[in-house]
Every structure is written in structure tokens, then in C-alpha cells.
């Protein structure tokens, strides 16, 4: 049973071409759009993690595996995972409250080069920490703490943030398939990176700087949002094809925080997902950079989080 918490209420596969095309042709309908979900498909939260065996991932070519400790044996970590379009700098409002209350934190570069490599990334991080790790997901970094929580054998819980929370066999697309109260579809653009020199460049997105204020961070000051918008990270178009596979989510203890003013992933989204996940529900009045705008709701969730699964 999943309970929501008023807080601050005054934030098949597809293949690489083919998810390209898809979102090229309908004007990038995927990334991170907001979603009426109209599937419930859920499953039932478990109070203890299960063991989980180490897992390779293939991505461009190149295996990686991902580490397992032999021992949880030190203190819990926390890490925080962004989301598309943002950095790590983004968690600094959160980071001091966390280290005040002397929680072990880490903030890694999230890679946004795809849900598979930068879960194999993510649980390789994690799974290097000497200790349990409580993962903490904002955006498109929801969808990667979802599959990466699932290879990392010392993860405890998972918090998703204004994120998207994927279940089995589900892809960005397929969320954004069915949008309607998102604003980031009109603003999003694609742009092109190299893959090696034997291949044709992939393509990428953006939220256009001219609509980032408005779509992103609307409750933050408009010279903050200025330099949050030229100083965004794109996500790798493959991104939206690829399914989620063995959600952590199924095993783990999980909370949300969600927000009826998020117009990237969209409210009604949001609140769908996080209830099919069984999470622990927060919700805060605050737009999708909401560990900016709100950073001490943000915190105060994730150490609820430290509290249970320490």
C-alpha cells in the first residue's frame, strides 16, 4: 500500500535508427514527455532485497560487467543519479543537508548515452562502494536507477524524484506514447554526436534554450534558468527505445516525490507511476527541477529513506 505525504505545498526493442526515426517523425515525442498512462500493471513491494547476480551488458560493442561487493559491510551511501538535460551540479542544494546529517553521498556523472549503458555504469558505481547504497533518481535518471538497482547487489532502496519509474518491457517511448500534460514535447531538439569513424553521427536532444526556463524550471529565478539552459546535457536518442528489463523496483523499498506543476514528465504520470511502484508518496509544489527549487523537501525525503533501509 502505497502513502502519499504532503510536503511544501506554498518540483520489441527498438533499434537504434528506429527510435531515432520515431521521435525525428513525430517531432522527438519521446525523452522525457509526460504521460497518461493507461497500463496498472503492478507488483508487490518486498520488504527485504533479493540477491542479484552480476550482470554483463553489451553496449556499442563493448562488455561491461558490473562488480559485485563481497560485503555490504560499511556505512549507507547515498547517490545521486540526474536526470537528461541537467549535470550533477544540480543535486549541490541537497548534498550539504545529507552531509550535515553525516550520510555518506555520491553524485556520479550520469553518461546519457542510453538506459543499458548507463545502468551497466551506474551499478558498476555503486556496486564499488563498500557498503549499502540507497539510489536516488531524478528524471530520465529514474529510468536508469530502475534497471541499475536490479545488477548492483548492495542497493537497499530507491528514491525516484520528478523521474520516471519504467516497469518490465517498457521504454521511454512507449511512456511518452501516451503524453498529455507535458510541455516539453515543442521544445525539445535534436542535435547530432559522433559514434566512431566507421559509423554515420547519432542523434541527441535537447530542450531548446529558449523554452528551457518555462519547461525545466519555472519556480527558479529567470538568470539561474539562463545558465542551466546553455549548460545542459543532451541524451543520446537510442535512449528512448530501449526497455527496461528486471526493475529494481519490484524488490526494493521505494518513495517518489512528485509535483502537480512537473510539465516534463507531467503529473499524471508521475503519480501513476509511483503508486504502480508501491512507492512511498511525497508530493511538493515545484516544477521538474524540483532538488533545486525545493532542495530541503528533497533531502528530508531521502533521509526518511537512510532511516528505513539502514
Not at 62 to 69: E, G, V, Y
Not at 256 to 267: L, N, Q, R, T
Not at 297 to 308: G, K, R, S, Y
Amino acid at each position: 500500500m502505497n502513502r502519499t505525504v504532503s510536503a511544501a505545498i506554498p518540483d520489441g526493442r527498438l533499434s537504434r535508427r528506429s527510435a531515432i526515426g520515431r521521435l525525428a517523425g513525430s517531432g522527438a515525442a519521446a525523452v522525457i514527455a509526460g504521460m497518461h498512462l493507461g497500463r496498472s500493471t503492478g507488483a508487490a513491494q518486498a520488504a527485504e532485497p533479493r540477491t542479484r547476480s552480476s550482470v554483463a551488458t553489451t553496449q556499442e560493442g563493448t562488455i561491461m560487467t558490473d562488480a559485485t561487493p563481497t560485503a555490504a559491510s560499511g556505512p549507507l551511501t547515498v547517490v545521486l543519479v540526474h536526470g537528461a538535460f541537467a549535470d550533477a551540479s544540480n543535486w549541490a542544494g541537497v548534498i550539504p543537508t545529507l552531509q550535515a546529517a553525516e550520510v555518506a553521498v555520491l553524485a556520479p556523472a550520469n553518461p546519457l548515452r542510453g538506459i543499458d549503458h548507463d545502468a551497466a555504469y551506474i551499478a558498476s558505481v555503486a556496486s564499488q562502494i563498500p557498503g549499502p547504497v540507497l539510489l536516488v533518481g531524478h528524471s530520465y535518471g529514474g529510468a536508469v536507477i530502475t534497471n541499475a538497482g536490479s545488477r548492483a547487489d548492495n542497493v537497499r532502496g530507491l528514491v525516484y524524484v520528478g523521474a520516471f519509474i519504467p516497469d518490465e518491457g517498457e521504454s521511454l517511448q512507449n511512456l511518452a506514447d501516451q503524453s498529455t500534460d507535458s510541455k516539453v514535447l515543442p521544445a525539445l531538439r535534436p542535435t547530432q554526436y559522433p559514434t566512431n569513424p566507421a559509423s554515420p553521427p547519432d542523434s541527441e536532444f535537447i530542450i531548446d534554450p529558449a523554452s528551457f526556463h518555462e519547461v525545466f524550471c519555472a519556480d527558479l529565478p529567470a538568470e539561474q534558468a539562463a545558465i542551466l539552459a546553455v549548460s545542459q546535457r543532451p541524451l543520446a536518442g537510442v535512449s528512448f527505445g530501449e526497455m527496461t528489463q528486471n526493475p529494481a523496483w519490484k524488490t526494493l523499498p521505494t518513495w517518489a516525490i512528485i509535483s502537480p506543476s512537473d510539465f516534463v514528465i507531467g503529473p499524471s504520470g508521475e503519480r501513476f507511476m509511483a503508486e504502480r511502484a508501491g512507492a512511498t508518496i511525497n508530493e511538493v509544489e515545484a516544477s521538474h527541477a524540483m532538488m533545486i527549487s525545493q532542495p530541503q523537501v528533497i533531502a528530508d525525503v531521502i533521509l526518511t529513506a537512510v532511516a528505513a533501509v539502514a
